[in-house]
């Protein structure tokens, strides 16, 4: 027989026995608070009756493509580096479907316990009517507050909280939390990690991005030293058996077989046989200290690193168009109907057409003026123009010069546009028309 090898001895001490359960509970219950406060706080929401995509912080105007688009890829690059090197390791430890399964799954054995401890001297039957009331209870009161936090993705939070609390089914947001809250309900009462197998798309691009080099939970038993006790199977909540395959579909690389084995085998002097590994020739996790830490962490291959160049590209295409980013945005664009009109006095006008975007959440003020125009007087209705938070405007006026300005038939000038409180200074160029010599508007 074998002796006792010594456990995990190359691993960090985060990643020894007895600890992955506790922790993979604690990044559960840290990934719960991050799904309630990113809605809150505009870390990451779409505000579909405003059109607004507020990421980090910052409120971004659905046209503001560049924005839009480097987030998104970014995301998406997130996702597929984390897939191709770590495995399913969002499914086991960071998505809210599984989060919220393994909760249900872990209310409803607590209290089939506290009702049969409870009430012992009832019959069975009535015990499991209570038992059921309870669940169907707690998770109907759980699905109000989990409809209520996935709406604020899409819904201001404090609007929605007030039809909420009216109990609005009548508008579009009150019809949509209550269709929300019956299929949250619908879902963890009844379906649970039967929807991760069946219809989530997110498992089934995992399963395709997993290659050679990805993280795997696998079964390595050259010396058939395990002991058939079946605890790996027992503790897997998926169902499945981890010594059939590493590449089972249902598997969410939870890590919970290979504590279950950890715990079994090291009493009977037996080195556990389930553990992480870096595909199925690959060595384990947390071995090979002499290799570079970015092979440590994955990163093993041209491939990846590739995928690497892609995300650091996106993630600097985003910070570069968010420094850009004018918290109100100022366009001005010429009325070119009329190229150029006659005044009252004899003079001569150009129209154009004024846009503003506040996407700041304070007040603004924009100031305007013609540089570069000899004697042009820019006439605005008012001048700053204020917009409020959140707010657009569009604004038509005139810059006018006077009969005898001696200009060009095209003369080339800017608008400058100051913003307050931010200080923002804006130039726009544009051109002023002048009627041809000879010629009549
Ligand atoms: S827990 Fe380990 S020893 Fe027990 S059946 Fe599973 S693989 Fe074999
Ligand atoms: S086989 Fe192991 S890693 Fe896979 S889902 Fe089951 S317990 Fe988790």
Same mark, same amino acid.
């Given at each position: 027989m074998p002796t006792a090898a010594p456990v995990n001895q190359s691993l960090p001490p985060i990643l020894k026995s007895g600890n992955r359960h506790t922790l993979r509970k604690r990044i559960h219950l840290l990934c719960f608070l991050i799904f309630c406060a990113l809605p809150f706080f505009n870390v990451m929401r779409f505000d579909i009756p405003r059109q607004r995509f507020y990421f980090a912080g910052v409120q971004l105007w659905i046209n503001e493509f560049g924005i839009v688009f480097f987030s998104m890829m970014f995301l998406l690059f997130i996702v597929v580096g984390l897939s191709m090197v770590y495995g399913r390791v969002y499914c086991g430890y960071a998505c809210p479907q599984m989060i919220f399964s393994e909760a249900a799954n872990a209310a409803e054995e607590k209290l089939r316990k506290w009702v049969t401890k409870k009430f012992i001297s009832w019959p069975v039957k009535r015990r499991? &009517? &209570?038992? @059921? #009331? &309870?669940?169907y209870s707690v998770i109907g009161l759980a699905s109000v507050g989990l409809a209520f936090v996935f709406i604020s993705y899409f819904v201001e939070p404090r609007d929605l &909280? @007030?039809?909420l609390a009216h109990f609005d089914l009548i508008t579009a947001g009150g019809v949509a939390g209550a269709v929300t809250t019956l299929f949250t309900f619908l879902d963890f009462a009844f379906v649970r990690q039967r929807f991760c197998t069946t219809l989530c798309p997110y498992g089934y691009l995992q399963g395709m991005l997993a290659d050679k080099n990805t993280l795997l939970v696998q079964y390595r038993d050259p010396d058939h030293l395990c002991i058939e006790c079946k605890k790996c199977v027992r503790v897997c909540h998926m169902g499945i058996d981890i010594r059939k395959s590493p590449y089972q579909m249902e598997c969410i690389h939870c890590g919970e077989c290979i504590e279950a084995c950890e715990e079994i085998m090291p009493r009977r002097g037996l080195p556990p046989v389930v553990e992480y590994a870096w595909g199925t020739e690959g060595a384990k996790l947390g071995a090979q200290p002499e290799r570079s830490f970015l092979y440590r962490l994955g990163i093993r291959d041209a491939k990846r690193r590739a995928v690497m /160049?892609?995300?650091?590209?996106? %993630?600097s295409g985003l910070a570069v168009a968010l420094s850009m980013r004018h918290p109100v945005m100022v366009r001005i664009s010429p009325e070119r109907a009329t190229?150029? %009109?006659?005044?009252?006095?004899? @003079? #001569?006008?150009?129209r154009f057409r004024l846009n503003l975007a506040n996407r700041s959440g304070e007040k603004a003020f924009v100031t305007l003026r013609a540089d570069g125009l000899a004697a042009g007087t820019l006439r605005l209705a008012a001048n700053p123009v204020p917009v409020d938070a959140g707010g657009s405007k569009v604004a038509y006026f005139t810059v006018e010069v006077a009969a005898d300005a001696n200009l060009p038939a095209v003369s080339h000038f800017q608008f400058v546009a100051e913003t307050q409180?931010? /200080? #923002?200074?804006?130039?726009?160029p544009m051109t002023f028309l002048m009627p041809?010599? @000879?010629s009549k508007q």
């Open positions: 499991n &009517l &209570l038992h @059921g #009331v &309870l669940v &909280l @007030g039809r /160049g892609v995300l650091f590209f996106y %993630a190229l150029y %009109a006659t005044t009252a006095s004899g @003079g #001569v006008a150009n409180p931010s /200080g #923002v200074h804006d130039e726009i041809q010599k @000879g």
